[in-house]
Nanobody, 127 residues
Framework: QVQLVESGGGLVQAGGSTRLSCAAS????????MGWFRQAPGKEREIVAA????????YYTDSVKGRFTIARDNAKNPVYLQMNSLKPEDTAVYYC????????????????????WGQGTQVTVSS
């Protein structure tokens, strides 16, 4: 059974930092594009960041540029999301997802491009 499991969420003060990790089982995701998405209450799920399988190309949504960093370690967990200078508006459930295999260049941003999803981890930023 293919599983992606997020960890690292929790309660963080505004201006603080936290790191999310995504562990995979049942399949090797080293050749997959990996992405982080989030969904705030009452809002649609949106992409936060994504990284191609080689790690050389990344995408960030405008609201997190300069604050969040996506990285991958194909030998261990497939993807991390370092979140700095957190704001209350970053409060959401964060999901790890795996997208197309072996695609290079700027990763896709559409949800339907991602076929495997984790259950999500809550990140709450207090003001």
């Amino acid at each position: 059974q293919v599983q992606l499991v997020e960890s690292g969420g929790g309660l963080v003060q505004a201006g603080g930092s936290t790191r999310l990790s995504c562990a995979a089982s049942g399949r090797t995701f080293s050749t997959y594009i990996m992405g982080w998405f989030r969904q705030a209450p009452g809002k649609e799920r949106e992409i936060v960041a994504a990284i191609d399988w080689s790690g050389s190309s990344t995408y960030y949504t405008d609201s997190v540029k300069g604050r969040f960093t996506i990285a991958r370690d194909n030998a261990k967990n497939p993807v991390y999301l370092q979140m700095n200078s957190l704001k209350p508006e970053d409060t959401a459930v964060y999901y790890c997802a795996a997208g197309p295999r072996l695609r290079v260049g700027v990763p896709p941003t559409a949800l339907h491009e991602y076929n495997y999803w984790g259950q999500g981890t809550q990140v709450t930023v207090s003001s």
